[in-house]
């Protein structure tokens, strides 16, 4: 069982930054698969990164690729997800997700373990 919890969410300029943390509970945190997904008002949730259990490999929706970074400490059971240049269509809801599955996991249904989500809004 993992229970997760966000921060670090808030309301930012277009073009600013923000650092979102993911804290998880367990002592197994790093067997786990970690993802950040999002959710904007009126639409479906959608993947926006992951990162394997050792944070050896990371992988990014093309809205994000080259803005948003993911990374994990194992010793803190944290994941992050550093967001720059962000743009008003980056508002949203984020959420971070732990797997079992090895490797990077892109697929909601394929998340076990979901955080009650952090509000990200950026100003135009």
């Known amino acids: 069982q993992v229970q997760l919890v966000e921060s670090g969410g808030g309301l930012v300029q277009a073009g600013g930054s923000l650092r979102l943390s993911c804290a998880a509970s367990?002592?197994?945190?790093?067997?786990?698969?970690m993802g950040w997904f999002r959710q904007a008002p009126g639409k479906e949730r959608e993947f926006v990164a992951a990162?394997?259990?050792?944070?050896?490999?990371?992988y990014y929706a093309d809205s994000v690729k080259g803005r948003f970074t993911a990374s994990r400490d194992n010793a803190k059971n944290t994941v992050y997800l550093e967001m720059n240049s962000l743009k008003p269509e980056d508002t949203a809801v984020y959420y971070c997700a732990a797997s079992l599955i090895v490797g990077l996991v892109t697929i909601q249904s394929e998340y076990s373990y979901w955080g009650q989500g952090t509000q990200v809004t950026v100003s135009s």
């Open positions: 990162i394997s259990f050792n944070g050896g490999t990371t």
């Open positions: 367990g002592r197994t945190f790093s067997s786990y698969a």
